[in-house]
């Protein structure tokens, strides 16, 4: 079991910014999971990786193909109060699910 959250590296976010927005992301995603996969990823360690995207259109291509994987997946969009405009697209989480299929999604991308 395995999750990814691949946030968007051309927005320049701040450390403590990135840091946030991942943690939406993982909560999120793991929010929208199935009881039983929640179990699993937990007792599994919660392994967990961060990735790079170059840009929106890239998180959503790959929300679109987490969807089509049928993995549980959460797209975060900032709500403006610091470094970002409201609204602005920051990270995508992908998982938790089977690590294979993870990988599919977002086996190609490069660690954070």
């Known amino acids: ?8 590296a051309d927005l320049g976010m ?9 943690a939406h992301a993982s909560l999120s995603a793991y929010e929208d999971a199935p009881e039983r996969a929640r179990s699993a990823w ?3 360690g919660q392994k967990k990786v961060v990735l790079r995207a170059d840009g929106e259109r890239q998180l959503f291509d790959l929300a679109d193909a987490a969807e089509r994987e049928g993995l549980p997946h959460a797209v975060v969009r900032d709500a403006g109060h610091t470094q970002l405009d ?5 990270a995508l989480a992908v998982g ?3 690590e294979a299929a ?10 954070y």
């Open 96 to 98: 938790p699910g089977d």
């Open 86 to 90: 409201p609204g602005t697209v920051t």
């Open 14 to 22: 701040g450390e403590g910014k990135l840091a946030a927005q991942v």
């Open 1 to 8: 079991m395995k999750q990814a959250i691949v946030a968007r």
């Open 102 to 111: 993870v990988d599919r999604v977002t086996g190609d991308l490069s660690l």
């Open 42 to 44: 937990k007792g599994d």
